[in-house]
C-alpha cells in the first residue's frame, strides 16, 4: 500500500510537472478529475447523437465514421451491430466517468478539504494515483474505438453469456470486451482508493469546532457516497475479476453447459449468468445513489445558500441520505425481475425499492420548504438547483411504477426504463453538476462565469431534456424495447415521429452544452475576477482567497463557532454569519 | 506522526490525543489515526471482495449436481500445515507491533522478518500444492472428477488469497527494513500487522470452505 510515508508536504511544489501533473494537492487532482469528466461527458455524449440519428436515420453517412471503424460503420453507416457497440461505450463512459467521477472525485477533492477545514486529503499519494488510475481506465475504455472490432455489444451492464464467451459472440466480443473489463477493474480500484481517503479525511482532518452535524450537507454527501463505494465497488471488482477468468482463464463462473454460439457449442459448464447479475447490481443500485446523493448535497447547499435562508431540517436531511445510503444495499434485485428469480423474492426486493421513495420524497420536500418564503436570488446556479428537484421529482415518480414486478414486467426492457434513469440518474446527477460548476468556478479558477451565457445554458438545457427524455416514458408504455438499432418495418413503426422528435431535441440540447463549455473556458481566461467570497456564503472555502493558496489557509488553522447554513437575520448588514465569526450571532430558523 | 508513536503504542493518541504535531486542528475525534482508519476501510472493501468471490463458489457450488471431494489425508494434513505456518506468523506479528511499541527495534525488525518468513513457507507450501494438483490433471476448465467448476472455484479463491499472502510479506519486509532505519513508526508496523492478521483471518474462511468441505469421505 502507498500509505506509508506521507507527509503533509507544506511548501507549494515549483515545476509544471509536479504542479499539475502528478500533483499531491487535492485541489489540482479535483480539476484533474474534473476535467476527465468533461471529456468524458462531450465524447459520451458525441455518442448518444450517433445513437439517436442511427435510430431515425439508420442509413446516413456519418463524417468520419467509416475511417473510424471501416468494419462496424463501412462508409460511415452505423451497422446495427456497431449501434450497440457505441450504446456500450456512452453508457459506461456516462455512468463511470462521469456520474461516479465529477460529482464525487471532481467536487468531493477540490471542496471537502476545505469546507472541513483540512490542509489536504488524509493521504495525499494515494488521491494521486487514485486519479491515474482512473485515467487508465478511461484510456482502456476509449481504446476500445480503436480496436480492430470496435467496442463490446454488450451494454454497460455486460451480461453475461454475451460477455464472457469471447470473440466468436460478435463483433467487439474479443479485445473491445476484455478492454472494457480492465477498464472496470481498474475504475474500481481507483474509487476505492478514493472512497477510503474520503471517509479518513471526514472523519480524521475536520478542524477545531467542526463537528460532524456542523458540517455543511455536501460534505455528509460524500461521506455516505463514499462509504458506498467502499461496499459496492469492491463487489463489482470480485465479479470483474471473474469475468476476465471466464474469458480468458477458461474458467465458467457465468457461463451454463450447453450453450450454443453461433452454432458452436461452448466447452463450458457450471456456471450461471444469473451471478454475474447478482453481483453486478449488488453493486449497481448502490452506483446510482454513488452518482446523485453527492448531488443531494450540491443541491441542500445551494438552496440554502441562494434562498438566504437555512437549510430546513438540517438533521432529517442528514437522516434521509444516511437511510437511503443503508436501503440502497437492499433493493438491487429490483434490476432482476425478469431475469427468473422467484416471485417471492421479487416481492422481497420490490418492497424497500418503494421504501426508498419515503427519504428521497422527504428530503425533496424539505427543499421545496428551504426554498419557501426565502429570498430567491435566481444565479444561474440557483436556477440549476431548482431544475435538479424538478428532473429528480419527474425521474423518481417513474421508478415507483418500475419497482412493482406486476408492473415492471411489461416495462422492463422498454423505453420507459431508459427515460427513467437518465432522468433521475442521469440528467439530475448532470444538474447537480452544473450547479457546482457554477457553484465554485469562482473559486477553483478565481474568476466569475457568464450569467447571461449560464442562463441561455440552462433554459435550453431544462426544456430539452423534458423533450429528450419524457417522451421515452411514452413511447415506453407504448410497448417500444430499448436496445433495438432500428425500427423499419416493424410495427412500431408509427411512433418513429416521436423519435425523430427526441433526436431533434436531442442535437438541439446537445448542441446548447457547448455554450456551457465556451463559458467554461472563456470565463477561465476573461472572466471578471472573482472577490473571496461572490455569494455570500457561510461555510469555509469562502474564508480563503480564490483561488486557495496551496495550503488552504495560509498556515492559519481555522476554528468553526457555527451551524453550516446561518442566513437570514441581519447583523452588521450582513444577512449570514460565517462559520469561522466568532462573534455572529447564531441564526433562529 | 511520527514523533508521538515510538513510545508505547497508542497510549497518547486513545486518550485525547492532544500530542500530534502535524495536525493543529484540535484532537482526532475517534481517537483512530489516520493510517490505522484507512488500513480498516481497504480492509472492509476487499473483505467484501473476498465475500463475493465466495459467494460466487457458494451460489456455484450449490447449483452444481455434484462436487468434487478429492483431498484425501495427505491434502488435509498439509493444509492443516499451512493454517498453523499462517496462524503462527500471526503470533509472530502480534510479537513484533509489541516490541516496535516498546521501542526495540531489532526486536520488531525480527519479529517482522519472521513473519514474512511464515508467509513464504505458507505460499511454498502453497505452490507445491498447486503443482501437486496441476499435474493430477486439474485445470481452470478441467478436472479428473467432472465438475469443471471445481478447479476455477480452487485456484481463483486460493490465487487471490495468495496473491495477498505475497503482497503482505513484501509489505512486511518494507516496513521492517523501513522500521529498523528509523523510517516508519511502531504505528505502521501496528497498520501492517492489521494487514497481516486480516490475511490470515481469510484464510480461517477458506480453508474450512475449499479443503474440509472437499475432504474425501470415507
Same mark, same amino acid.
Given at each position: ?6 507527509? =503533509?508536504?507544506?511548501?507549494? !511544489? ?21 476535467? *476527465? ?7 459520451? @455524449?458525441? *455518442? ?13 453517412? #456519418?463524417?468520419?465514421? %467509416? ?7 463501412? %462508409? ?14 456512452? %453508457? ?266 419515503? !427519504? ?39 421508478? @415507483? ?10 416495462? =422492463? ?30 473559486? @477553483? ?25 419524457? !417522451?421515452? =416514458? ?13 425500427? #423499419? ?9 416521436? =423519435?425523430?422528435? @427526441? ?6 440540447? %446537445? ?79 | ?42 480492509? /472492509? ?27 484425501? $489425508? ?8 499451512? $493454517? ?11 510479537? &513484533? ?6 521501542? +526495540? ?14 508467509? /513464504? ?30 478447479? &476455477?472455484?480452487?485456484?481463483?479463491? $486460493? ?6 499472502? $505475497?503482497?503482505?510479506? /513484501? ?44 475432504? +474425501?469421505?470415507?
Amino acid at each position: 500500500m502507498a500509505m506509508e510515508a506521507q507527509q =503533509h508536504q507544506h511548501t507549494a !511544489p515549483t515545476g509544471f510537472i509536479r504542479k499539475y501533473i502528478f500533483s499531491l494537492d487535492h485541489k489540482v487532482i479535483g480539476k484533474q478529475y474534473y476535467f *476527465l469528466a468533461i471529456a468524458s461527458v462531450f465524447l459520451g @455524449m458525441v *455518442l448518444s447523437w450517433l445513437v439517436r440519428i442511427h435510430l431515425v436515420w439508420p442509413n446516413v453517412h #456519418v463524417w468520419g465514421l %467509416g475511417a473510424l471503424s471501416p468494419a462496424g460503420a463501412p %462508409g460511415g453507416v452505423i451497422s446495427p451491430e456497431y449501434y450497440l457497440s457505441l450504446l456500450t461505450i456512452h %453508457g459506461t463512459l456516462m455512468v463511470f466517468f462521469v456520474l461516479t467521477t465529477a460529482p464525487q472525485a471532481g467536487f468531493g477533492n477540490y471542496a471537502l478539504p476545505i469546507q472541513i477545514g483540512a490542509e489536504d486529503m488524509a493521504f495525499p499519494t494515494l488521491n494521486m494515483l487514485s486519479f491515474w488510475v482512473t485515467f487508465l481506465a478511461l484510456c482502456a475504455l476509449v481504446s476500445t474505438l480503436f480496436v480492430e472490432d470496435g467496442p463490446p455489444i454488450s451494454g454497460w451492464t455486460a451480461y453475461p453469456p454475451l460477455s464472457a464467451v469471447g470473440s466468436l459472440a460478435g463483433p467487439g466480443q474479443g479485445m473491445g470486451q476484455n478492454l472494457w473489463a480492465v477498464s472496470i477493474a481498474l475504475f474500481c480500484i481507483g474509487s476505492l482508493l478514493g472512497a477510503l481517503n474520503f471517509i479518513t479525511t471526514t472523519v480524521d482532518l475536520r478542524c477545531k469546532g467542526m463537528t460532524l452535524m456542523r458540517m455543511p450537507l455536501t460534505c455528509w454527501a460524500w461521506l455516505i457516497t463514499a462509504i458506498l463505494s467502499l461496499l459496492s465497488f469492491a463487489v463489482l471488482f470480485a465479479a470483474c475479476v471473474l469475468l476476465i477468468l471466464d474469458r480468458n482463464a477458461g474458467t465458467s463462473f457465468f457461463l451454463p453447459s450447453g450453450l450454443l454460439v453461433n452454432g458452436q457449442l461452448q466447452n463450458h459448464s457450471g456456471g450461471s449468468p444469473l451471478l454475474w447479475q447478482h453481483l453486478f447490481w449488488f453493486f449497481g443500485h448502490p452506483e446510482v445513489y454513488i452518482a446523485i446523493v453527492p448531488g443531494f448535497g450540491v443541491i441542500s447547499h445551494v438552496l440554502s445558500v441562494f434562498s438566504r435562508k437555512p437549510v430546513l431540517g438540517y438533521k432529517v436531511i442528514v437522516t434521509c441520505l444516511l437511510a437511503i445510503g443503508f436501503l440502497s444495499f437492499t433493493v438491487w434485485g429490483h434490476h432482476m425481475f425478469l431475469s427468473g428469480m422467484s416471485p417471492y423474492s421479487g416481492f422481497l426486493f420490490s418492497i424497500p425499492t418503494l421504501i426508498i421513495t419515503i !427519504p428521497a420524497t422527504i428530503v425533496s420536500l424539505l427543499w421545496l420548504g428551504t426554498v419557501y418564503g426565502g429570498k430567491l436570488r435566481f444565479t444561474t446556479c440557483m436556477m440549476f438547483a431548482l431544475g435538479f428537484v424538478s428532473v429528480f421529482v419527474t425521474g423518481g415518480l417513474g421508478g @415507483m411504477f418500475l419497482a412493482q414486478p406486476s408492473l415492471d414486467i411489461f416495462l =422492463h426492457g422498454t423505453y420507459f426504463v431508459v427515460g427513467h434513469f437518465h432522468m433521475v440518474m442521469g440528467v439530475a446527477a448532470i444538474f447537480g453538476m452544473f450547479a457546482g460548476t457554477y457553484f465554485w468556478f469562482p473559486k @477553483m479558477f478565481g474568476r466569475m462565469m457568464n450569467e447571461r451565457l449560464g442562463k441561455i445554458h440552462f433554459w435550453i438545457t431544462f426544456i430539452g431534456v423534458y423533450c429528450i427524455f419524457m !417522451p421515452m =416514458h411514452f413511447i415506453g408504455l407504448e410497448g417500444m424495447p430499448r436496445r433495438y438499432s432500428s425500427f #423499419v418495418n416493424d410495427l412500431m413503426q408509427p411512433l418513429m415521429p416521436v =423519435h425523430k422528435f @427526441m433526436t431533434i431535441a436531442a442535437l438541439i440540447t %446537445g448542441a446548447a452544452q457547448f455554450i456551457f463549455l465556451f463559458n467554461l473556458f472563456w470565463s477561465m481566461y476573461k472572466g471578471p475576477k472573482a472577490p473571496e467570497n461572490p455569494w455570500e456564503s457561510t461555510t469555509l472555502e469562502w474564508t480563503v482567497p480564490s483561488p486557495p493558496p496551496f495550503d488552504n489557509f495560509g498556515g492559519k488553522h481555522p476554528v468553526v463557532y457555527h451551524d453550516a447554513y446561518e442566513y437570514g437575520d441581519v447583523h452588521n448588514g450582513k444577512d449570514y454569519v460565517m462559520q469561522t465569526d466568532p462573534a455572529g450571532q447564531p441564526a433562529k430558523s | 506522526m511520527s514523533s508521538s508513536s515510538d513510545g508505547p503504542l497508542t497510549a497518547a493518541t486513545a486518550h485525547g490525543g492532544h500530542d500530534i504535531p502535524s495536525w493543529g486542528g484540535g484532537s482526532l475525534p475517534y481517537a483512530v489515526p489516520s493510517k490505522k482508519l484507512g488500513m480498516w476501510l481497504f480492509i /472492509v472493501s476487499d473483505a467484501i471482495t473476498f465475500s463475493a468471490v465466495i459467494f460466487a463458489y457458494g451460489y456455484l457450488r450449490l447449483a452444481a449436481a455434484a462436487w468434487p471431494r478429492p483431498f484425501g $489425508t495427505p491434502s488435509i494434513a498439509n493444509a492443516t500445515v499451512m $493454517t498453523f505456518v499462517l496462524l503462527s506468523s500471526s503470533v509472530a506479528m502480534v510479537l &513484533a507491533v509489541r516490541a516496535s511499541s516498546l521501542g +526495540k527495534v531489532s526486536g520488531a525488525v525480527g519479529w517482522l522478518v519472521a513473519t514474512a518468513l511464515g508467509g /513464504v513457507v505458507f505460499d511454498i507450501l502453497h505452490i507445491r500444492e498447486w503443482l501437486g494438483l496441476i499435474g493430477e490433471g486439474v485445470r481452470p476448465f478441467h478436472n479428473p472428477w467432472g465438475t469443471p467448476m471445481f478447479g &476455477a472455484a480452487f485456484f481463483t479463491m $486460493t490465487g487471490l488469497h495468495m496473491l495477498h499472502v $505475497t503482497i503482505g510479506v /513484501v509489505y512486511l519486509l518494507v516496513i521492517a527494513v523501513g522500521f529498523g532505519r528509523r523510517k516508519f513508526s511502531a504505528a505502521d508496523v501496528e497498520v501492517s500487522g492489521l494487514y497481516w492478521h486480516f490475511v490470515d483471518l481469510v484464510w480461517m474462511f477458506i480453508f474450512p470452505l475449499v479443503y474440509l468441505l472437499s475432504a +474425501k469421505t470415507a
